[in-house]
């Protein structure tokens, strides 16, 4: 993979990005936002495409408005997706914290908000943080996964991919991904889907 490769491939799905990104700038609605937190809670080492399947099953099942027992919650989980008993007790305390959570989001600083959710969402990390932040519009913090992680080596932006992800190197590397993107001219949370759906075929969440 080299610039000239990625500049061609953001400019045959650039409409799709954009539009993508209008839709993340969408979400206002505290149910909405609720439901956001659902899935950056359920997405890590598990299928994105299924933890959002499962989103839309909370939805039906009224997860916002209504409690589910614990068991039954994890049951719920169960062979659909990994870490299914934890996940489940991070949703119950994400849902009984809620109140507190929704007045902190109103934070402009993504940073700081970022660095809150990290400390006070149980499962979430910087990685998590960031996706739920972008997935409601907020811009210009990184989504350290695998794919992105596998492209910036791709692109020798980074020299490996780290071991362990420290929060030292996960900022390391942010900058460099940052830097990365003012250098080609793509903004990067537009690279982020970019990356993404070089990886897996599809433009998503």
């Not at 490769?5 to 799709?16: A, G, H, P, R, T």
């Not at 539009?19 to 359920?42: H, M, Q, R």
Request: aromatic share 12%; net charge positive; hydrophobic share 35%.
């Amino acid at each position: 993979m080299d610039n000239k490769l990625v500049v061609e491939k953001y400019n045959e799905i650039k409409d799709e990005i954009k539009e993508a990104i209008k839709g993340y700038k969408s979400v206002k609605n505290e149910k909405d936002l609720f439901y956001e937190l659902c899935f950056t809670i359920l997405t890590p080492q598990s299928n994105g495409f299924r933890c959002w399947k499962i989103v839309e099953d909370l939805k039906k099942m009224k997860f916002f408005e209504k409690s589910l027992e614990l068991k039954k919650l994890q049951d719920f989980l169960q062979r659909r997706v990994r870490f299914h008993n934890h996940k489940g007790e991070y949703l119950t305390l994400m849902k009984e914290n809620w109140k507190k959570i929704f007045e902190n989001l109103k934070e402009e600083n993504n940073e700081k908000l970022r660095e809150w959710l990290v400390e006070n969402i149980k499962g979430h990390g910087l990685k998590e943080g960031s996706h739920f932040l972008r997935n409601i519009g907020r811009e210009n913090l990184a989504i350290l996964d695998r794919h992105i992680l596998r492209c910036l080596t791709n692109l020798n932006v980074i020299d490996e991919i780290p071991k362990s992800l420290t929060k030292k190197k996960y900022f390391e590397i942010e900058n460099m991904f940052k830097k990365y993107s003012d250098k080609i001219r793509i903004k990067m949370d537009e690279l982020d889907l970019l990356f993404w759906s070089m990886a897996t075929g599809k433009v998503f969440k």
